[in-house]
C-alpha cells in the first residue's frame, strides 16, 4: 500500500473522529480491526473487531463536548504508519473515577500506530 493511500485512510479516520462521526470513523476499518490504548506503557483498554470498536466509540462520544486529533507527523514504515498527534480536548461529562470532570480541557502529545490489511486500517494503538 502506497505511503498516500494509509495517509488518506488515517486522515479520514481521524476527520470524523474529530467530528464524532462514528459510521464515519468505522469506513477505512477492517471487520477485524484492533484497538488498543496505552497510557504511560501500561494497556488502559482494548477491543478486538469493528462490532467491539463501534460500541466502544459510541459510548466515547458522551465523555467529550468538543475533540480534535492534530496530525504532526507521519513516520511510515514497512508494516505500519506511526502519527504524532497534539489531542484537545473538552469534557462532556465527569470520568467514572473522579479524576476529570465535565467542562476540563484535555491537552496532550502522543501518537498513533496505524497497521493495514486488505487496503483497510487494521489495527489502531494509541499512545499518551
Not at 468505522?26 to 463501534?54: M, R
Not at 468538543?66 to 470520568?95: M, N, W
Request: hydrophobic content about 30%.
Amino acid at each position: 500500500m502506497l505511503n498516500l493511500q494509509r495517509e488518506t485512510l488515517i486522515d479520514s479516520y481521524i476527520s470524523s473522529y474529530n467530528q464524532k462521526d462514528v459510521k464515519g470513523m468505522l469506513k477505512p476499518l477492517h471487520k477485524d480491526v484492533i484497538f488498543e490504548n496505552y497510557t504511560n506503557g501500561e494497556i488502559t483498554h482494548s477491543t478486538q473487531g469493528i462490532d467491539e470498536f463501534e460500541k466502544q466509540a459510541i459510548q466515547a462520544l458522551d465523555f467529550f463536548e468538543t475533540r480534535e486529533q492534530s496530525p504532526e507527523k507521519y513516520i511510515h514504515q514497512a508494516r505500519y504508519t506511526e502519527v504524532h498527534l497534539k489531542y484537545h480536548a473538552i469534557l462532556g461529562k465527569d470520568f467514572p473515577d473522579g479524576s476529570l470532570k465535565k467542562g476540563e480541557e484535555i491537552n496532550l502529545k502522543g501518537k498513533s500506530v496505524f497497521t493495514f490489511k486488505d487496503g483497510l486500517i487494521s489495527k489502531i494503538q494509541d499512545y499518551s
